[in-house]
């Protein structure tokens, strides 16, 4: 019994030992790990202690470029320097913008637009924080423990006087300028300060940049476009490109802009916004729980804007432009002429809708300047070229028959109003109308639409619905609405008030309605081509380009609509076009002269429409110095070339022309450039575009 206890006695100890020493291996690993931890990985895991979060830095791309409808370069990124801020933390407040403002404005100036956006609150808060005593004295010791701080501040900013604001010095409104620009950036998130930066301002700013945190020089190519063929070749149908504007910031922040991003802000770098833009590169960072930036996390690239093919062509485009300089140099000689100054045209494909030249030109006195926009914001009285769609007019309302025959005479309302065409024709019908430039066979058709007879001064039909009549039918070739042009602010035209039957024959013979130069040349296509009312349009094709510009691939290619057809029989369109032809080739016809001997047949319309002169700057009618107003005339041409298979169509305007035939020889030379380039193309012969 007793060596049976003493055994055990013995196995306990040794089972506790075990038992020990296993502890003691466990806690010694613990204790290896924590110090593992501690001292080996202790600064990894704290910075993951640390973290808050990612932060994302966009980087901006270029935009796309634009090219004619021949490859060349039209509108170019132009890279110039800007100077940006960053923001490296939320915690950045007034008085740090405000010392960083006080150090780079000693070597920076400041563009006067920048002096210009400076507002009031801007002022008062400047004053609040350089005069920080007379800013406390506004407010009462009772008040400060009556009222929150932000509004102790309010109070203090609504008694601030224009006295008070009055002492800021002009010195003091660059710095203010400057600050503006700051407080206006988003922590991490690049911020232009100034753009298009002198280069010696750069070299300024970039020996100080130790003392400037945040600031930065950056080769900025978004927002400054350069144009190869000059400032003056269609630069406003190109439009401009400016930070967004600040009455439109909203619009563009929930569709993923940066305040400070640039955008199109007319035509087409407004309408192609999209397209243009790019993908802006992104930088992502990890931060800690004081915004300092631990490390970056992932780079993902940018990708340029698309590029935008124009259906234009340049070498026409300035081919017609010399056009209307000399011919315009011309007519200004005349003494008639003394209100004449500009001149517009418009080229487009009547098959298509693809515009290839958009010209207009003023004289200023020195030099002829770019005013092509007017091509579609502008509307003048057309005169005879709109007898062709009061034609058929006529036609499809069976008021007149084709080939029908009315006596040209003079003719007098019972009113007394005399209304006449340029000379006296006697019995035509349809096609020398048109040859001979009629007013009286389109007058017939007017009173005939509202069943009005002059001799017994007895109408049938209301004024409106005749109005309403014959406008019905104009819009069918998109006279007095909207083209469809693929560009915003385009004019629709002024229609006269609805009044009488008089007016209405004015109406007829182009009058009395307004028109654009670019409506007046789809009026014309859609005779040329059959009776089709075809878009114009402007794009060609949207492309994507990679390194150096290297094509990739087409992303989108305009193909043609057409908007409407013409609901009338097409016979009626063919005897419009034989009196459009015949107005060139016709023994009587209006352009015949202008024509002969050209190695293309065409068809064309001219007309001259009496106007009064206006101010080109208020608008209001000029008067002589009897206190009456000056008479002139608006003269216009359109046209189509071939006679067969066309695929050229114009529209010329030239307001105030009172002597000559400009519209004449503008409408014949700007034909003969199109088929030159064709047939030096034709022939691989080299186009200088200078």
């Given at each position: 019994m007793v060596d049976k206890k003493k055994k055990k006695k013995v196995v306990l100890p040794y089972r506790l030992n075990i038992l020990f020493l296993l502890v003691f291996l466990f806690f010694s690993f613990l204790i290896l790990r924590l110090g593992v931890i501690q001292i080996v990985q202790g600064e990894q895991f704290l910075q993951q202690v640390e973290r808050s979060g990612e932060v994302i830095v966009e980087n901006a791309v270029p935009r796309g470029k634009m090219y004619d409808r021949n490859g060349k370069l039209l509108v170019?990124?132009?890279?110039?320097?800007?100077?940006?801020?960053?923001?490296?933390?939320?915690?950045?407040?007034?008085?740090?913008?405000?010392?960083?403002?006080?150090?780079?404005?000693?070597?920076?100036?400041?563009?006067?637009?920048?002096?210009?956006?400076?507002?009031?609150?801007?002022?008062?808060?400047?004053?609040?924080?350089?005069?920080?005593?007379?800013?406390?004295?506004?407010?009462?010791?009772?008040?400060?423990?009556?009222?929150?701080?932000?509004?102790?501040?309010?109070?203090?900013?609504?008694?601030?006087?224009?006295?008070?604001?009055?002492?800021?010095?002009?010195?003091?409104?660059?710095?203010?300028?400057?600050?503006?620009?700051?407080?206006?950036?988003?922590?991490?998130?690049?911020?232009?300060?100034?753009?298009?930066?002198?280069?010696?301002?750069?070299?300024?700013?970039?020996?100080?940049?130790?003392?400037?945190?945040?600031?930065?020089?950056?080769?900025?190519?978004?927002?400054?476009?350069?144009?190869?063929?000059?400032?003056?070749?269609?630069?406003?149908?190109?439009?401009?490109?400016?930070?967004?504007?600040?009455?439109?910031?909203?619009?563009?922040?929930?569709?993923?802009?940066?305040?400070?991003?640039?955008?199109?802000?007319?035509?087409?770098?407004?309408?192609?916004?999209?397209?243009?833009?790019?993908?802006?590169?992104?930088?992502?960072?990890?931060?800690?729980?004081?915004?300092?930036?631990?490390?970056?996390?992932?780079?993902?690239?940018?990708?340029?804007?698309?590029?935008?093919?124009?259906?234009?062509?340049?070498?026409?485009?300035?081919?017609?432009?010399?056009?209307?300089?000399?011919?315009?140099?011309?007519?200004?000689?005349?003494?008639?002429?003394?209100?004449?100054?500009?001149?517009?045209?418009?080229?487009?494909?009547?098959?298509?809708?693809?515009?290839?030249?958009?010209?207009?030109?003023?004289?200023?006195?020195?030099?002829?300047?770019?005013?092509?926009?007017?091509?579609?914001?502008?509307?003048?009285?057309?005169?005879?070229?709109?007898?062709?769609?009061?034609?058929?007019?006529?036609?499809?309302?069976?008021?007149?028959?084709?080939?029908?025959?009315?006596y040209d005479a003079p003719i007098k309302f019972p009113d007394g109003t005399p209304k006449k065409s340029w000379k006296n024709m006697g019995l035509i019908n349809d096609f020398s109308a048109l040859e001979m430039s009629s007013n009286v066979y389109m007058y017939e058709i007017a009173m005939r639409i509202a069943d009005y007879n002059i001799n017994t001064n007895v109408q049938k039909v209301s004024n409106a619905e005749a109005y309403n009549t014959m406008r019905k039918q104009f819009h069918q070739f998109g006279l007095g609405i909207k083209t469809g042009i693929d560009l915003p602010m385009e004019a629709t035209g002024y229609e006269g008030p609805v009044t009488n039957v008089t007016k209405l024959v004015d109406f007829a013979i182009g009058q009395y309605d307004t028109y654009t130069p670019l409506q007046m040349a789809q009026y014309v296509s859609t005779i040329a081509n059959g009776g089709y009312r075809l878009k114009p349009y402007l794009v060609k094709e949207i492309k994507e380009s990679g390194a150096n510009d290297a094509f990739e691939k087409i992303v989108h290619q305009t193909t043609p609509t057409v908007l409407n057809k013409i609901e009338m029989d097409e016979e009626y369109i063919k005897r419009v076009q034989h009196g459009f032809w015949l107005v060139v080739n016709g023994k009587q016809g209006t352009a015949n002269y202008y024509f002969k001997g050209k190695q293309y047949d065409s068809a064309a319309k001219t007309g001259t429409a009496e106007v009064f002169v206006r101010d080109k700057l208020d608008g209001y009618y000029i008067r002589n110095t009897s206190g009456d107003l000056i008479e002139s005339v608006n003269a216009t041409m359109i046209g189509y070339a071939p006679f067969e298979n066309p695929e050229i169509a114009y529209a010329v305007v030239v307001p105030y022309a009172d002597d000559g035939a400009v519209n004449k020889y503008i409408g014949s030379r700007i034909l003969d450039v199109y088929f030159e380039l064709k047939e030096k193309r034709a022939e691989s012969i080299p186009v200088s575009s200078e």
């Open positions: 170019d990124n132009d890279p110039s320097y800007t100077i940006t801020y960053t923001k490296m933390s939320d915690r950045v407040n007034q008085y740090d913008t405000l010392e960083l403002a006080q150090k780079l404005i000693k070597y920076i100036d400041v563009w006067d637009y920048q002096i210009n956006r400076v507002t009031k609150r801007d002022k008062q808060d400047y004053w609040i924080l350089t005069r920080e005593e007379k800013a406390i004295a506004k407010i009462t010791e009772e008040e400060k423990s009556q009222l929150k701080n932000d509004e102790v501040y309010k109070t203090i900013i609504e008694r601030i006087t224009e006295e008070d604001l009055q002492e800021i010095t002009s010195d003091e409104l660059k710095l203010i300028a400057i600050k503006r620009e700051l407080d206006f950036g988003y922590a991490y998130a690049p911020q232009p300060i100034k753009n298009n930066v002198p280069y010696h301002e750069v070299a300024r700013v970039s020996e100080h940049l130790e003392e400037l945190p945040g600031i930065d020089i950056e080769m900025n190519s978004e927002g400054t476009r350069s144009y190869p063929y000059g400032n003056q070749v269609l630069k406003s149908f190109f439009g401009k490109v400016k930070e967004i504007p600040q009455e439109e910031l909203q619009y563009y922040e929930v569709r993923g802009y940066a305040r400070n991003d640039y955008v199109g802000v007319s035509f087409l770098e407004e309408h192609y916004e999209d397209v243009l833009r790019g993908q802006k590169g992104k930088e992502i960072f990890v931060i800690d729980k004081s915004g300092k930036i631990l490390e970056k996390k992932e780079t993902i690239q940018g990708k340029r804007g698309l590029d935008l093919v124009l259906t234009l062509d340049i070498d026409l485009q300035l081919a017609v432009e010399q056009v209307l300089d000399e011919e315009l140099t011309k007519g200004m000689a005349y003494d008639k002429n003394k209100f004449m100054d500009s001149g517009y045209v418009v080229m487009m494909n009547p098959q298509t809708g693809e515009i290839l030249a958009l010209a207009g030109r003023v004289y200023d006195g020195n030099n002829f300047q770019d005013v092509a926009l007017g091509t579609i914001t502008k509307a003048f009285e057309m005169g005879s070229t709109v007898k062709g769609a009061t034609l058929l007019t006529g036609f499809e309302t069976g008021v007149v028959r084709a080939g029908e025959k009315i």
